[in-house]
């Protein structure tokens, strides 16, 4: 059975609510910095055609020496 447009629209807007209460509880001090979070965020902004990148991620979250994993699409092949 194939996701509706609907459907598919409440998984997107989900994802993005985790990111932001992830990346918030980050920023906060309340969970410990995740690199993968971050790349992840990032990929999520890109996949919407929105320019974020990591060092952008790091100075919101305050994070400047903390070092992201870099992602080729070549490294998603296969993930669905």
Do not use: W, Y
Not at 42 to 67: A, H, Q, R, W, Y
């Amino acid at each position: 059975m194939k996701a509706t447009e609907a459907r598919m629209g409440d998984l997107h807007g989900l994802t993005a609510e985790l990111l932001i209460t992830q990346l918030g509880q980050m920023q906060r001090g309340e969970i410990e910095p995740d690199p993968r979070l971050i790349a992840n965020a990032i990929k999520f902004l890109k996949d919407n055609n929105v320019e974020c990148t990591s060092d952008d991620m790091k100075n919101m979250l305050g994070l400047e020496g903390l070092t992201l994993p870099e992602f080729k699409i070549s490294d998603l092949e296969g993930v669905s």
